[in-house]
T-cell receptor, first 116, second 114 residues
Framework: NAGVMQNPRHLVRRRGQEARLRCSPM?????VYWYRQLPEEGLKFMVY????????ESGMPKERFSAEFPKEGPSILRIQQVVRGDSAAYFC??????????????FGDGTRLSIL | KNQVEQSPQSLIILEGKNCTLQ??????????LRWYKQDTGRGPVSLTI?????NTKSNGRYTATLDADTKQSSLHITASQLSDSASYIC?????????????FGAGTRLAVHP
């Protein structure tokens, strides 16, 4: 079974461009979480999605950031008009449907986003 | 404010030695506490998950403890190996809304030297 797959692993963008980060959850997992990790800081929750639904986006900036998890295909985290402060590692995690509250979240290896 | 604090920030030990990492949290409502291992350039990997009623849980050479009254946890690593060099992250779930909204500590960076 393949783990959580994120691509690209590294992404470089200039200020003002758009960044698209992709996450394919583990097989059979329908819950996806996105986290952001700034240098020397802990991971911070951004958004929680189930297939075709955003459940909690309380950690995601209201402007420029959006996330989706379509019925088919990977989950996408989209950042429009990127700024230097968006430089960070973005991690995706997945868990299976009907999970108990004490199930682990399985993490991908992240996308390192650098803004020039 | 929900917070997870870890100490020490970094630690160097010799191969074969034991060590203990600390975690204090102020998260309410509390659902469970997790320890993750994160190698450089990789995603976190789950080591243990403990609920309110569990005091200790082991995973090989890793043993986690939880004192829900004082809101403290520790991760003990026995007979360290070079491959244990990584960041160890304490994570608390508040369980609000019926799902795991995880709150991460900044981690303890462990270096095991030969």
């Amino acid at each position: 079974n393949a783990g959580v797959m994120q691509n690209p692993r590294h992404l470089v963008r200039r200020r003002g461009q758009e960044a698209r980060l992709r996450c394919s959850p583990m097989k059979g997992h329908s819950h996806v979480y996105w986290y952001r990790q700034l240098p020397e800081e802990g991971l911070k929750f951004m958004v929680y999605l189930q297939k075709e639904n955003i459940i909690d986006e309380s950690g995601m900036p209201k402007e420029r950031f959006s996330a989706e998890f379509p019925k088919e295909g990977p989950s996408i985290l989209r950042i429009q008009q990127v700024v230097r402060g968006d430089s960070a590692a973005y991690f995706c995690a997945s868990s299976p449907p009907g999970q108990g509250i004490n199930q682990p979240q399985h993490f991908g290896d992240g996308t390192r986003l650098s803004i020039l | 404010k929900n917070q997870v604090e870890q100490s020490p920030q970094s630690l160097i030990i010799l191969e074969g030695k034991n060590c203990t990492l600390q975690c204090n949290y102020t998260v309410s409502p509390f659902s469970n506490l997790r320890w993750y291992k994160q190698d450089t350039g990789r995603g976190p990997v789950s080591l243990t998950i403990m609920t309110f009623s569990e005091n200790t849980k082991s995973n090989g050479r890793y043993t986690a403890t939880l004192d829900a009254d004082t809101k403290q946890s520790s991760l003990h690593i026995t007979a360290s190996q070079l491959s244990d060099s990584a960041s160890y992250i304490c994570v608390v779930s508040d369980g609000a809304g019926g799902y795991n909204k995880l709150i991460f500590g900044a981690g303890t960076r462990l270096a095991v030297h030969p």
